[in-house]
């Protein structure tokens, strides 16, 4: 059997296979809420086969989203407009997740990227570790006090405990692309004096305490997972070694799999792309902080995610641009390794006959 379909056991949860379906903003949701489009888009990639289906960043605060256009989950009404989705998913064979997020200095924008001021109806000011914006002459945010990071780790609490009774099994913590928390880690854009800045210690100490936080609200047979972006791709900015050593924490803190990213925290990053880039980030936290990881980035052939899966490259694959273009990739992946998958019932006339 190859490894890629090798079920994958996570404290009390089994995934029926390794690929998983990566956080994708879909830019659909009004005031926060799932619509219609939510329950196709991700009940698709339920039907193709995936093992875990992540709903996109979701914003545990309405001025923690991206854009007004995403995803939300601050409250019950949030939570019971989930519950559709979760069951269907798990009901075709997927493992129901959710990633949620604060998009810190890069909220209040528009879909196609561009600013939306304060003074907009649709805006707000954006929250950071330090004022120090984005790009070159984005209005700058709202430098967080003591007393408001109580209340953002309280925000996250809360939406961990409303994906709960919304039927998720697995949250992912954004710590990524430059959203809030990954801003709190990166000396680029953490500049404070006090104890949520300075040293790596000190840079750390706030993403880790929302883990911890989070952790205890998240029933303890229920995997967490986190997101990172393992390198800034900047000078003077985060790296690999950083990661290896704040993996280290997130294990000790009961973390279960860290989905391994990058980049995303400045807009000047040289980043180089190709196939797989990002595996060995995903390798080296895997062998050095001794945790399971996922590997994500341009991943789109059956046969490279076998190999990332067999070599002890990581844990999982997530795809995202690959299964937005086939929600069937599963399916297709099974049928090129030669293993025999069930099929949706309504689908199986469909299903091609095995290879001898």
């Known amino acids: 059997m190859p490894g890629l379909f090798t079920p994958l056991t996570l ?12 956080p994708m903003c879909q830019y659909s949701s009004v005031d926060g809420f799932p619509t219609d489009w939510h329950l196709v888009h991700l009940g698709s990639r339920a039907v193709g086969g995936a ?8 914003g545990v605060s309405p001025e923690g989203r991206i854009s007004p256009s995403d995803s939300g989950l601050w409250s019950d009404a949030h939570a019971a407009a989930f519950v559709p989705i979760t069951r269907f ?86 710590m990524a692309h430059g959203y809030l928390l990954n801003e709190f880690l990166s000396p680029l854009s953490n500049h404070r004096t006090d104890a949520y800045g300075g040293d790596l210690e000190g840079r750390m100490r706030f993403p880790l305490r929302v883990t ?74 895997r062998a050095e902080a001794g945790i399971a990881t996922g590997a994500v980035g341009l991943i789109t052939e059956p046969a490279q995610a076998e190999e990332i899966i067999a070599s002890g490259a990581a844990d999982a694959v997530l795809l995202g641009r690959r299964l937005l273009s086939d929600p069937y990739w599963p399916l297709h992946a099974a049928e090129a390794l030669g293993v025999e998958v ?15």
């Open 89 to 174: 998913l798990e009901e075709h064979g997927a493992v129901a997740a959710i990633q949620l997020a604060h998009a810190g200095r890069k909220a209040s924008t528009e879909v196609s990227g561009g600013v939306i001021p304060p003074t907009d109806p649709r805006g707000w000011t954006p929250l950071a570790p330090s004022a120090i914006p984005f790009r070159e002459g984005d209005p700058a945010p709202h430098a967080l006090s003591v007393a408001e990071l109580d209340e953002v780790e309280s925000q996250f609490v809360h939406a961990a405990r409303h994906a709960f009774s919304a039927g998720f099994r697995v949250i992912e913590l954004h």
């Open 342 to 356: 069930d099929w949706p019932r309504q689908y199986r006339r469909a299903r091609p006959v095995p290879r001898p």
């Open 51 to 58: 093992g875990m289906v992540m709903v996109e960043a979701t």
């Open 212 to 285: 911890r936080a989070v952790r205890a609200a998240w029933p303890a047979g229920l995997p967490l997972f986190v997101r990172i972006s393992a390198s800034d791709w900047a000078e003077g900015g985060w790296t690999i070694e950083d990661s290896v050593v704040f993996s280290r924490h997130l294990r000790d803190l009961g973390v279960d799999l860290v989905d391994c990213s990058s980049g995303g925290l400045v807009s000047y990053a040289k980043m180089v792309a190709g196939p797989g880039y990002q595996v060995p980030f995903a390798r080296q936290i």
């Open 11 to 22: 404290r009390g949860v089994t995934f029926k296979n390794r690929v998983f379906v990566s």
